[in-house]
């Protein structure tokens, strides 16, 4: 049983270039989150997708797409990196939107240079 | 203003002592709120949850919580030098929104 499983774990982009990160979950949940954390900024939502076909932003979601694919996978897109986007993201899911803990990947570190 | 706030630190406290961590809130909507632990490269777990007013006992760990003056807090009883970590506090209601964290180092 994996739980959320993150890929890559570690990235170097130049700016202008695009990526994905994927994000999957074998837990049958139905909430998933993206978030980037920075130093002395905490967890920061980027996306989040409440249940298969919804996706809404969250609080930092300027210069990132999503994609929910199916229940499992979650994805988010990087259509032009810049050096702001540095960060490690983390992907988390949870049961239901409100009452139920968040289970996290391990994360992705990524540096735009 | 994030919609959780939590002092960042560091809090510092003996091996032995209750090291006691705040949070607040904005959004008066929160259903649920999450206490976790986060080591240094490492990713985020829970401590303990609590949905209602009032104190919530998990082995060394209480959660407090108090609606009315929108306010979240852990205590960790008999601190160990393995707590020390990051304790970020969230808060749900429909998305998750993390405060910064606070720093926590036991000292033996």
């Known amino acids: 049983n994996a739980g959320v499983t993150q890929t890559p774990k570690f990235q170097v982009l130049k700016t202008g270039q695009s990526m994905t990160l994927q994000c999957a979950q074998d837990?049958?949940?139905?909430?998933m989150y993206w978030y980037r954390q920075d130093p002395g900024m905490g967890l920061r939502l980027i996306y989040y997708?409440?249940?298969?076909?919804?996706?809404d932003k969250g609080e930092v979601p300027n210069g990132y797409n999503v994609s929910r694919l199916n229940k499992r996978e979650f994805s988010l897109r990087l259509e032009s990196a810049a050096p702001s986007q540095t960060s490690v993201y983390f992907c988390?899911?949870?049961?239901?939107?409100?009452?139920?803990?968040?289970?996290f990947g391990q994360g992705t570190r990524l540096t735009v240079v | 203003q994030k919609e959780v706030e939590q002092n960042s630190g560091p809090l510092s406290v003996p091996e032995g002592a209750i090291a006691s961590l705040n949070c607040t809130y904005s959004?008066?909507?929160?259903?649920?709120f999450f206490w976790y632990r986060q080591y240094s490269g490492k990713s985020p777990e829970l401590i303990m949850f609590?949905?209602?007013?009032g104190d919530k006992e998990d082995g060394r760990f209480t959660a407090q919580l108090n609606k009315a003056s929108q306010y979240v807090s852990l205590l960790i009883r008999d601190s160990q030098p393995s707590d020390s970590a990051t304790y970020l506090c969230?808060?749900?209601?429909?998305?998750?929104?993390f405060g910064a964290g606070t720093r926590l180092t036991v000292k033996p």
């Open positions: 609590i949905y209602s007013n």
């Open positions: 837990m049958n949940h139905n909430s």
């Open positions: 997708s409440a249940s298969e076909g919804t996706t």
């Open positions: 969230a808060a749900g209601r429909g998305d998750m929104r």
């Open positions: 988390a899911s949870s049961e239901n939107r409100v009452d139920t803990e968040a289970f």
């Open positions: 959004d008066r909507g929160s259903q649920s």
